[in-house]
């Protein structure tokens, strides 16, 4: 069974500070990792994703995230929050080999930026 | 633009009554899901298809059906409501290949209260 954790249901952070929202994931091969974000009755939107290759990922709006797989984690990073920022974070995996294989979501983590 | 749209944005019913709510899309996606997103349990999926006439359960399957006619539309039917299907609905897409890695595109949500 795969799974994803989020460990943070809450994460604030400064204005123009760095920001890391945290993923750790579980799956029994090589994964594929995504990160969505979700403002207010919204649909979940597409940031970024790590398939193979460079273990740092950049992203839209200024987000990369980093591939650990000692570590299984997945970190979602920006160097300088942004208020506009402020939104509900999931990530997601899924295992790279197969036909259709499931994703599966974290719980979210929800991010403020503190003006 | 393509998009992802969703209807109702809102429903209401009454426990028992059948229900559908109707996704459309105009990515000319072969792939689509349906999940149900819970607080403390992020999303989870309800049921998915690759293509015309095909559909698959998800891990939470239970009192919902869909039917895939033509390529643009999943319905989403729930036989006979119930309270614990209270929730907000989201409809997605990914461009085909059943080992794709490709990303979902979500649909904006139907928020449905079961009474």
């Known amino acids: 069974a795969q799974s994803v954790a989020q460990p943070e249901d809450q994460v604030n952070v400064a204005e123009g500070n760095p920001l890391t929202v945290k993923c750790t994931y579980s799956?029994?091969?090589?994964?594929?990792l995504f990160w969505y974000v979700q403002y207010p009755n919204r649909g979940l939107q597409f940031l970024l994703k790590?398939?193979?290759?460079?273990?740092l990922v950049k992203g839209s709006y200024g987000f990369e995230a980093e591939f650990n797989k000692s570590q299984t984690s997945f970190h979602l990073k920006k160097p300088s929050a942004l208020v506009s920022d402020s939104a509900l974070y999931f990530c997601?995996?899924?295992?790279?080999?197969?036909?259709?294989?499931?994703?599966?979501f974290g719980t979210g983590t929800k991010l403020q930026v503190i003006p | 633009d393509a998009e992802i749209t969703q209807s109702p944005r809102h429903k209401i019913t009454e426990t028992g009554r059948q229900v559908t709510l109707a996704c459309h899309q105009t990515?000319?996606?072969?792939?689509m899901f349906w999940y149900r997103q819970d607080l403390g349990h992020g999303l989870r999926l309800i049921h998915y298809?690759?293509?015309?006439?095909?559909?698959n359960k998800g891990e939470v399957s239970d009192g919902y059906s869909v039917s895939r006619s033509n390529t643009e539309d999943l319905p989403l039917t729930l036989e006979s409501a119930a309270s614990s299907q209270t929730s907000v609905y989201f409809c997605?897409?990914?461009?085909?290949?059943?080992?794709?890695?490709?990303?979902?595109?979500f649909g904006p949500g139907t928020r449905l209260t079961v009474l």
């Open positions: 997605a897409s990914s461009h085909s290949g059943r080992g794709s890695y490709n990303e979902q595109f």
């Open positions: 799956v029994s091969g090589n994964p594929y």
């Open positions: 790590y398939i193979t290759g460079d273990n």
């Open positions: 997601a995996v899924r295992l790279s080999s197969g036909g259709y294989q499931k994703v599966t």
């Open positions: 990515w000319n996606h072969n792939n």
């Open positions: 298809s690759y293509g015309v006439q095909d559909t």
